[in-house]
């Protein structure tokens, strides 16, 4: 299925054609193949075309869609913005800094038509890497600079980062790297504690031997499990299929305004402004929200999206009700 997304057209196009082979079928045959593989906004460019079901008609189809996903520039923009809004990853994540080499690899695949071995274009990158690996990137990049008189290309970088991610791979560096992120506790002596001054009011003194709680990542992002954004901007989580982020709102209990716990949308009190629109749902949801699958418009499309969530999160809440009451 086609929805619009410029970096899938090739493979889809090309998965399309050799999956069927239209070349002896009757119009209408190809016109209800062509429908039933493209949707979304793919499908609104052609869906004047698709009213007309004759063989102009369809060549007129394929030729829209080729100038509209096929075009170099338009993939070449679909991959710098992929990068532009690529989260930053953390340190020990090694799936997700293979996932960032799988995308560099894809663009450097395009030739000089996106050029990212610049010293500029580098600087953009290395602050999506962690900043340990980032600082030793920094480092070699210098020494190979002095060496050949130029800064290393961007087949030199993915190299560096490829190395790093089997480092972050490997089971010894991920035991490093856990045992570095327990919590500490701290121990005292009692032989070294001070006394208690007895001038001190007992509300002092209770606050004094009140441990203190452990700070909670209340702003992590729960889907991809970092610490530098809230689960309402993830860019990873935005890139979901429908099925699939409902699926995991709704296993996390999250209001869909905020993609905060403990409350429904309805309930809301702070919902989510879009950063990418302006409207009210999270960043995150964007292309959910952005996708409709009819021609009303994407206002419309939000809100009824949003009702249609509020519907799933009370049912799930009733039947909750009704599981506790009947225990």
């Known amino acids: 299925m086609f929805s619009g997304d410029p970096l899938e057209y090739q493979d889809w196009k090309v998965a399309f054609n050799e999956s069927f082979n239209l070349s002896k079928s009757s119009t ?6 062509l429908r039933q593989f493209v949707d979304g906004r793919a499908y609104k460019a052609i869906q004047g075309f698709y009213r007309q079901r004759t063989e102009t ?5 394929w030729a829209k869609l080729d100038d509209r996903y096929g075009k170099g520039e338009k993939v070449h923009e679909a991959y710098l913005d992929k990068l532009k809004n690529w989260p930053k990853i953390n340190q020990g994540d090694a799936e997700a800094l293979e996932d960032f080499i799988d995308l560099l690899e894809s663009v450097d695949g395009l030739g000089a038509d996106i050029d990212l071995n610049s010293k500029a274009a580098n600087k953009k990158l290395i602050v999506k890497i962690p900043y340990q690996i980032g600082e030793k990137w920094a480092d070699e990049s210098t020494r190979l600079e002095r060496e050949t008189g ?3 290309p961007l087949k030199t970088f993915v190299k560096f980062l490829s190395h790093h991610c089997d ?3 490997n089971s010894l560096s991920r035991a490093l790297h856990e045992s570095n992120t327990q919590p500490k506790t701290k121990t005292q002596d009692i032989s070294t504690r001070k006394p208690v ?3 001190r009011t007992f509300a002092t003194q209770q606050n004094d031997i009140t441990p203190q709680q452990p700070e909670s990542h209340i702003h992590a992002c729960l889907f991809c499990k970092m610490d530098n954004h809230k689960t309402a901007v993830c860019g990873k989580l935005n890139f979901l299929p429908f099925s699939e982020a409902h699926e995991f709102i709704r296993g996390k209990r999250l209001c869909y305004a905020c993609l905060d716990a403990n409350h429904i949308a309805k309930d809301c009190a702070s919902p989510a402004v879009c950063n990418t629109c302006k409207e009210k749902h999270p960043t995150s949801l964007h292309k959910m929200h952005k996708s409709p699958r009819n021609p009303a418009s994407s206002n419309d499309s939000s809100k009824q999206l ?3 969530l509020d519907s799933l999160e009370n049912t799930e809440t009733q039947s909750s009700q009704r599981n506790t009451s009947d225990k």
């Open 306 to 308: 949003m009702m249609k």
């Open 28 to 33: 209408g045959q190809k016109w209800l193949k």
């Open 197 to 199: 001054n007895p001038k």
């Open 57 to 61: 008609s369809y060549n007129a189809a």
């Open 167 to 169: 480092i972050a791979q």
């Open 150 to 152: 130029r800064f290393p």
